[in-house]
């Protein structure tokens, strides 16, 4: 904040109005540290990267074209953006006309949320024309102005309301709900981009399952925002998939919620990581589709092979929303693997563990990979399970993890290299073959993953090769 002070008082001795603004003061209320401190000036970007100069600060005029200016002091960065008005058109989100002013009610009252529409100066007066504290107090997200009418201009709010939900655990105040669900054809205009950032923050907050359940409750996640490829624009679903398990009847013997809640329950049980959040979510996406919902030989609901539809589904879902490609990799193997908990029996899980590792580059993806599925299991479990036992799990796990300590499943990290056996038995193929077939004798207990070991082994096939 004190570099933001600063700012403010430079401003104010050239004669402009200068706020700290948004995110910040709502952060700073609520006794929280904020993130990223956005300012707000009567002082049009000319100005404000003059003063920055003259007063030796970093400037960047990254975002001038806006009216924005990047002040950098003692490394951390400021947002200064020009006070302005803006008027909507066709598009879903963008402005059609920005025109500065030197009215700062204005530009408060083209903000999304009363909570976000608070100014603070030098002093700590809080500038609050849409009583933003109050709806602070209660909790409260409420649209600033006629609800149906911000909603119509950018339709990134809505997703804005979400995720401000899921972060602060507030309630969205009735009409602004309403306004969020009539306002839902605007969304089709939104780039993909935009609604997957949204998506991501709602995911990894802290309410998440409230988030999750207002999206589904709103109508947003069965709705379609555009893709933008080589020109050509293309509909693109948000997150339909995940409507058919509201109210997905499971096998009472197992389960005591349906298809949404304990998927829900699942979220809300992993820590906030986005590849963890994401693979709860998808985990039974295929869990009552057509193929899929079947009864058992006792005549009980059942899912066979959910876990494989539900990686391709979450392939799918993820290309078009246009994740990150190494976490939706990730995403699809813990929803692929979520079934296949292995006994708690040494040999058992060395074989399950043998199978997987060529799935992965190094040991370090590897021992991840593991480590979220064992989370995924755990928080699989604590989703309304009818008698949640652990135990099995954490047998499991106490022998997975001191396996993938103490046992090598790659090359690397033999205690022999590459080199050194090449030196012996030639370069060619037959080091990969030789340093594999280590693996296996170490694996399988009879060969230890000693430096001695593997020299005498190493020994022992280049006799062998000399002698046939
Ligand atoms: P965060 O902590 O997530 O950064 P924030 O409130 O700072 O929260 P930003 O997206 O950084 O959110 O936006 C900064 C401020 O700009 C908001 O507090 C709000 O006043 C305003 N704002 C941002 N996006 C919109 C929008 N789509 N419509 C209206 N006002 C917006
Ligand atoms: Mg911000």
């Known amino acids: 904040m004190e570099g933001a002070i600063l700012i403010l008082k430079e401003l104010e001795k050239r004669g402009f109005k200068a706020y700290i603004v948004g995110g910040a003061v709502r952060d700073k209320l609520m006794g929280k540290i904020p993130q ?151 969304i089709a205009g939104l780039s993909v981009e935009r609604v997957r950032d949204e998506l991501i923050k709602i995911l990894i907050s802290t309410h998440v399952s409230k988030g999750l359940g207002t999206l589904v409750d709103t109508g947003l996640a069965g709705c379609i925002c555009r893709c933008t490829e080589n020109g050509v624009n293309r509909e693109v679903g948000i997150l339909p998939e995940i409507l058919h398990l509201v109210d997905l009847p499971q096998s009472p013997r197992y389960h005591t919620l349906d298809g949404f809640r304990h998927t829900l329950a699942v979220v809300q049980n992993t820590p906030p990581d986005i590849t963890l959040r994401t693979a709860a979510l998808l985990h039974d996406i295929a869990k009552g589709l057509p193929g899929i919902r079947t009864r058992n030989k006792r005549g009980e609901l059942s899912d066979p092979g959910h876990h494989r539809l539900g990686a391709e589904m979450a392939e799918d879902i993820m290309k078009r929303l246009k994740f990150p490609q190494h976490i939706a990799r990730r995403v699809v193997w813990l929803v692929y693997n979520h079934m296949s908990l292995p006994e708690p029996r040494k040999k058992t899980v060395i074989r399950w563990l043998r199978k997987r590792a060529p799935q992965f580059k190094s040991q370090d993806e590897f021992s991840e990979a593991i480590r979220q599925l064992l989370i995924l299991f755990r928080a699989d479990i604590g989703g309304g399970m009818r008698d949640p036992d652990y135990s099995r799990l954490e047998e499991s796990e106490v022998i997975m993890l001191d396996i993938i300590k103490t046992i090598p499943f790659y090359q690397e990290e033999l205690h022999i290299k590459g080199e050194r056996v090449a030196e012996r038995l030639g370069a060619g193929p037959q080091v990969g073959r030789f340093l594999n077939s280590l693996l296996e004798r170490i694996q399988s207990g009879q060969l230890s993953n000693t430096e001695k070991d593997l020299e005498d082994a190493l020994d022992r096939k280049f006799y062998r090769s000399k002698i046939l």
């Open 36 to 186: 990223d401190v956005d300012i707000l000036t009567t002082a049009p970007p000319g100005v404000v990267e003059e003063i920055g100069k003259r007063s030796q600060w970093k400037v960047k005029g990254v975002g001038r074209a806006f009216g924005v200016s990047l002040l950098i002091l003692d490394g951390k960065p400021y947002e200064v953006a020009a006070a302005r008005k803006e008027s909507y058109g066709l598009d879903s989100h963008r402005p059609e006309k920005v025109e500065y002013t030197s009215n700062i009610k204005q530009d408060l009252s083209r903000r999304d949320f009363t909570i976000n529409s608070m100014a603070m100066d030098t002093k700590g007066r809080i500038l609050d024309p849409f009583n933003g504290r109050d709806d602070l107090e209660k909790g409260i997200i409420r649209a600033v102005g006629d609800p149906q009418e911000r909603f119509r201009e950018d339709a990134l709010r809505s997703f804005r309301a979400v995720r401000f939900a899921a972060q602060l655990g507030f309630d969205i105040e009735d009409r602004t709900l309403a306004a969020i669900k009539t306002c839902r054809d605007r």
